[in-house]
């Protein structure tokens, strides 16, 4: 099984692993930095470097993982199983989606306490998220409040953490499941929680800033009144 090295520190930017398996330009290593995608978030990008100083550097142009469960590297030719790369995260790319990933939370949480809105989906970008809710009563002329409940939130500088709990104390808490068409990352009876000190929890498997100040100020750049079952929000960051 491939070791995560994301879900311990997501400011891992290189890292060194020996290739497993290697099929169709593609290879897995013995220990990944690279977020496969999931949950809305996109896979990461970089390189795969070899041979120390000087040595070849192969861009990682895709990364998913397989029913399997293994982190498959697009690197667009076969590698020796047992050859030691080095990994480089593409880290302005993976950066821009933790300080994104950070504000999904902070939204998907004040649109449900202030606004009762569940989330029914996400999709994540560098420059600009797209989050979907089923909010019946919310109006164009409230999105000025909610921007201002979310930068409120984000200035208070929340730590972000991560816990891994129980399958059953996970079922126990319901709130801790906020997409409807997502499912929740349960992997062998353990489920990852992500919380906001103080302020919110849930399941999640992606990457996240440390606080919420490093998310900076947000905006909601663009509003699509779908009908009641389906508002959608375009958030950037300005800051
Ligand atoms: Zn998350």
């Given at each position: 099984m491939t070791t995560r090295l994301y879900l311990e520190d997501a400011y891992?930017?290189?890292?060194?692993?020996?290739?497993?398996?290697?099929?169709?330009?593609?290879?897995?290593?013995?220990?990944?930095?690279?977020?496969?995608?999931?949950?809305?978030?996109?896979?990461?990008?970089?390189?795969?470097?070899?041979?120390?100083?000087?040595?070849?550097?192969?861009?990682?142009?895709?990364?998913?993982?397989?029913?399997?469960?293994?982190?498959?590297?697009?690197?667009?030719?076969?590698?020796?199983?047992?050859?030691?790369?080095?990994?480089?995260?593409?880290?302005?790319?993976?950066?821009?989606?933790?300080?994104?990933?950070?504000?999904?939370?902070?939204?998907?949480?004040?649109?449900?306490?202030?606004?009762?809105?569940?989330?029914?989906?996400?999709?994540?970008?560098?420059?600009?998220?797209?989050?979907?809710?089923?909010?019946?009563?919310?109006?164009?002329?409230?999105?000025?409040e909610l921007e201002a409940r979310v930068n409120a939130v984000i200035e208070r500088g929340l730590r972000v953490t991560s816990a891994i709990i129980g399958e059953e104390e996970f079922r126990a808490r319901p709130e801790l499941v906020r997409t409807l068409n997502v499912l929740p990352p349960v992997v062998d009876g353990r489920v990852r929680i992500v919380e906001l000190e103080g302020f919110d929890a849930q399941a999640c498997g992606g990457t996240h800033v440390h606080s919420t100040e490093e998310i900076g100020r947000a905006r909601v750049a663009r509003f699509d009144n779908k009908g009641k079952d389906n508002k959608r929000f375009y958030w950037e960051l300005t800051g």
């Amino acid at each position: 099984m491939t070791t995560r090295l994301y879900l311990e520190d997501a400011y891992l930017r290189e890292f060194e692993a020996e290739v497993q398996e290697s099929a169709g330009g593609a290879c897995t290593l013995s220990r990944t930095a690279f977020f496969p995608g999931g949950g809305g978030q996109p896979p990461d990008r970089g390189a795969l470097a070899m041979g120390g100083e000087g040595g070849e550097t192969l861009p990682v142009a895709a990364v998913h993982e397989d029913d399997a469960g293994r982190i498959w590297h697009a690197v667009g030719r076969e590698l020796a199983p047992g050859q030691r790369v080095r990994g480089i995260l593409d880290w302005p790319w993976r950066y821009a989606l933790m300080r994104h990933h950070g504000l999904m939370h902070v939204v998907n949480t004040v649109a449900r306490e202030a606004f009762g809105g569940i989330i029914t989906g996400v999709q994540l970008g560098a420059d600009r998220s797209r989050i979907d809710f089923r909010l019946p009563s919310f109006a164009r002329e409230q999105i000025g409040e909610l921007e201002a409940r979310v930068n409120a939130v984000i200035e208070r500088g929340l730590r972000v953490t991560s816990a891994i709990i129980g399958e059953e104390e996970f079922r126990a808490r319901p709130e801790l499941v906020r997409t409807l068409n997502v499912l929740p990352p349960v992997v062998d009876g353990r489920v990852r929680i992500v919380e906001l000190e103080g302020f919110d929890a849930q399941a999640c498997g992606g990457t996240h800033v440390h606080s919420t100040e490093e998310i900076g100020r947000a905006r909601v750049a663009r509003f699509d009144n779908k009908g009641k079952d389906n508002k959608r929000f375009y958030w950037e960051l300005t800051g």
